[in-house]
Each structure stands twice: as structure tokens, then as C-alpha cells.
């Protein structure tokens, strides 16, 4: 069991993570004809914003209550009004997401009540578009918690409570935020590869693959529908990725009585096994030929990669859950993991992952912890620190914006943990330095009282 060190610094020192309102929207995102709505100040949004677009190099949806100087003295609820009229009659979305941040968090308002009473004001006005509230301050969790909240907040207000009928192919899926683009969209042919109806919540493979429509939309485009998420109950199963999604699938169940299972991770070939049994047992269906190969592809890459990850020392910076998958991971590749850093201390999986101690802090404390290991692992703010080390650098998470197509990365099952294997053996085949003369033989220049004595190495 990992020992969790707290962090003891009362600044961060070159920030790992991203915000709470940062991951809801995420989340919201991820839904068909929705806007997410940060209720704070301009700035709050804006910075998010531009780690949104600069990541997916997209234009994102994404609005502001602007809050000002007066507004926060005196409440923001005519602001929060304002903006949910305003969406409507602009951009007519099927949701709104709403995010609170640290400024209407800290002064104490009442968002829900707002809500409440606008919902009973505007019925006429806003009718055909829900509103979501979720709890998001940004003084507290990070990404991983956020993204939670908001699947949490759209199944309480929007799935309909009370044992259903249940549509015996039907299979919903939670996944948690540290799956791509193109791991969503692999889950999905995973799924229907067995005969099965996936309903993916959220779905940012639907809204965020980089697809040019045909016309402006104001919303996001694709991803899960609000009816979907209405009718989540009629579901036979529910599979969970993540164990930051545990709390958005206790909601489900107590809700509807959906049972469901959860996967801490799927990279790796003892979790993909875990899940395609699982599917198997659902459908009642054998393992399609084509998985079966991709298993063969795994095996035979981990056969030819294993040489490579022997022995080094990786040091990674993430999210809890993805740092258990990453790790977890690259110690069963038979590495070690030299340094481990998380965003918060809120997540039990910390306990799980295969290092002596996890360190509460940011890529300061990353940089400090990392010397001598072989390879970083984090997103794109750790390039300063792997330059100053001369170590190379990996990366993955939120944000990567200095590499096209890290939202299309594979990384879970049989496929994507085949393309992780590759990529990292490839990065320590790229740095691989060969060994001097004088490192493999140290005593090659020894003095001795004739003189130097030569090596063995060079004697014919």
C-alpha cells in the first residue's frame, strides 16, 4: 500500500492540475446540444476556455455568467437568470450545464435555490432545456472530480427515477475523464462487437473528434442525447471505468436499480480480459475472432517490448486514476516507479498504486522527486522540467498542446495497451545512449606500476 504524502507548500510551483469547473464542462461536453455555464467571472472561463481549444484545437462551446465587482457583493442570481435566458434564445441548447466556480462558492450562494426559482419564473421561457447544476468550487478536487459531479448532477436531474423495464441488450457506460476520444470509440465497437447497445455517459467521441459540420452549431454536436440519459434506467447493465465514477453509478443504482460493475482500469491484458468476460457473460456470446487476435497482437507486443522497460525508473504526474493506470501499467511492464504525483488527495485509489509513497503536489515536486529516473510522465507543463532533467518526456492527461491528436490516442484494452507498449519502447529506443569503452570495462585506464595497464577487451 502506497504511503500519501500531503502537500506541505503553500504555493504551487509550476501547477499540475486544472480545476473542478474545468472538468464538468468536460463532462458536459460530452453531451449532444449542450452548453456548459460557468458561474463565476469572466477570467474563470477564459482560462479554461483557452486550455479547452489549445488540447482539442477546437471551437468549444463554453459561457460565462460574468460576474462583477458588484454582482459578487451583492449576488449573482440575476446574472445566472440573465445567462440561461440569454443561452436560450441565442444558441437554443438541449442542456445547460452549470459550473459553479471558487467566487460564488466562497461567498455562499445558494445555486440550486437560483436555479429552482428561475426554473418556476421562466418555465415558458426556458421549456425544452434542462439545466444542470454542479457543485465545482475551484479550491478543491481537481479534474477527476468535477467530471464526476457533473455525470452525477445529470443523472439525478435528468433520469427518471424507479425500477423500469430493462432492455436485455442494453448496457450503460460510465467512463470516467481520462479516456480519449478514441478510447470511447473503441469501447464501443468493443461493446457492439458482442451484440450489445452501448449508452455512453458522457460521450465526448460523439462532440469532440474533430469533425467539421456542415453548418455553424452554436452547442456541442454528437455525444450523448438528453433522452438517452433520461431513459438510463431501462439499462440491464452498467459498467463503470474509474473509481471516480463509483459515486455517479451508486447514484444510478439507488436511483433505478441498475447494477453496476467497475473497472479501475482497462490497460493492461488482465483488465481487457476482465472486461471482455464480462461482456461474454452479458451477451451470451463467445469472443468474436477479431478480439481474440488483438489479445494475440497484445501478447506478442508485450513478448517483443518487455526488453525495453526492464529495470527503468518512470516518474509520472497525474490524476489519481490515471495515475493508477499508468502506473499499474508500466510496473507490470517490469519497470519501477521512481516518483508518483497526484492533484489531490481525495481519490482511494491512491492506496492501489505500485509505489512506495504518492506524493499530494504539482511538477515542482515532480522535477525534484524525478532525478535519474528514464522516462517523465505527465501532460504538456512538465516539458520544462524533463528538458532541465535530460529526461525524455511522455505525454499524457490534460493538456497536451504542443502534439496533434493526443484526443485520438489509444490507450485501454487489448488495442491501446498494444500502442502504449510500442510508444514507450520506441521512446527509450530514441534516447538510448550506447556505452562507452569505459563503462564496460571500468578498470579499462587502471594505473598499475609498469603503467596502464590495457584492457582486456582490447588485447587480441
Not at 524525478?370 to 490534460?398: C, E, K, N, Y
Not at 497536451?400 to 514507450?424: A, M, N, P, W
Request: charged content about 20%; some cysteine; glycine content about 10%.
Amino acid at each position: 500500500m502506497a504511503r500519501i504524502l500531503s502537500q506541505t507548500k503553500s504555493a504551487a510551483v509550476n501547477p499540475l492540475k486544472s480545476s473542478q469547473p474545468l472538468g464538468a464542462a468536460l463532462a458536459f461536453l460530452g453531451v449532444d446540444g449542450a452548453m456548459p455555464l460557468f458561474h463565476g467571472s469572466q477570467g474563470c472561463t477564459s482560462f479554461a476556455l483557452v486550455l479547452f481549444v489549445r488540447h482539442f484545437k477546437e471551437a468549444i462551446p463554453l459561457q460565462t455568467t460574468a460576474m462583477d465587482e458588484v454582482t459578487t457583493i451583492l449576488g449573482g442570481a440575476d446574472n445566472l437568470e440573465e445567462a440561461i435566458l440569454n443561452l436560450k434564445v441565442r444558441t437554443k441548447p438541449k442542456l445547460i450545464g452549470v459550473c459553479t466556480t471558487a467566487l460564488v462558492e466562497t461567498r455562499g450562494e445558494d445555486c440550486a435555490g437560483d436555479i429552482a426559482s428561475i426554473r418556476l419564473k421562466r418555465a415558458e421561457e426556458i421549456a425544452g432545456t434542462q439545466i444542470v447544476l454542479a457543485n465545482t468550487p475551484d479550491f478543491d478536487g481537481a479534474i477527476e472530480e468535477g467530471w464526476a459531479k457533473a455525470v452525477t448532477a445529470m443523472i439525478e436531474g435528468i433520469t427518471r427515477p424507479g425500477e423500469q423495464v430493462r432492455q436485455s441488450k442494453k448496457v450503460a457506460i460510465l467512463p470516467g475523464w481520462n479516456l480519449t476520444v478514441a478510447d470511447i470509440e473503441h469501447l464501443r465497437e468493443m461493446v457492439e462487437s458482442f451484440g450489445l447497445k452501448p449508452v455512453i455517459l458522457p460521450d465526448v467521441s460523439g462532440s469532440l473528434d474533430g469533425t467539421v459540420p456542415d453548418r455553424w452549431v452554436t452547442t456541442t454536436y454528437g455525444g450523448t442525447s438528453v433522452e438517452d440519459i433520461r431513459e438510463l434506467g431501462t439499462a440491464e447493465h452498467c459498467i463503470v471505468i474509474g473509481e471516480h465514477m463509483r459515486r455517479p453509478a451508486e447514484v444510478l443504482q439507488k436511483l433505478t436499480g441498475v447494477p453496476y460493475v467497475l473497472f479501475q482500469s482497462l490497460t493492461g491484458l488482465k483488465g481487457a480480459d476482465r472486461f471482455v468476460s464480462l461482456l461474454s457473460a452479458i451477451s451470451g456470446a463467445s469472443v468474436p475472432a477479431g478480439v481474440r487476435r488483438r489479445r494475440g497482437q497484445l501478447q506478442d507486443a508485450l513478448l517483443d517490448g518487455h526488453f525495453h522497460f526492464g529495470g527503468k525508473k518512470i516518474a509520472i504526474a497525474a490524476e489519481p486514476d490515471q495515475l493508477y493506470q499508468l502506473a499499474t501499467f508500466f510496473v507490470g511492464m517490469g519497470s519501477e516507479i521512481a516518483a508518483a504525483v497526484a492533484t489531490t488527495d481525495m481519490s482511494k485509489i491512491l492506496e492501489k498504486v505500485p509505489a512506495q509513497s504518492v506524493q499530494i503536489g504539482d511538477l515542482g515536486d515532480l522535477e525534484a522527486l524525478a532525478a535519474g529516473a528514464d522516462l517523465l510522465v505527465t501532460h504538456s507543463h512538465g516539458r520544462q522540467a524533463a528538458q532541465r532533467l535530460g529526461i525524455p518526456l511522455m505525454r499524457v492527461g490534460f493538456p497536451v498542446f504542443d502534439r496533434l491528436g493526443s484526443q485520438h490516442k489509444l490507450t485501454i484494452l487489448y488495442q491501446g495497451t498494444r500502442d502504449l507498449v510500442f510508444e514507450v519502447a520506441n521512446i527509450f529506443q530514441a534516447y538510448w545512449k550506447a556505452p562507452t569503452p569505459e563503462e564496460l570495462d571500468p578498470l579499462r585506464k587502471r594505473e598499475t606500476p609498469d603503467g596502464p595497464r590495457p584492457s582486456p577487451l582490447t588485447r587480441h
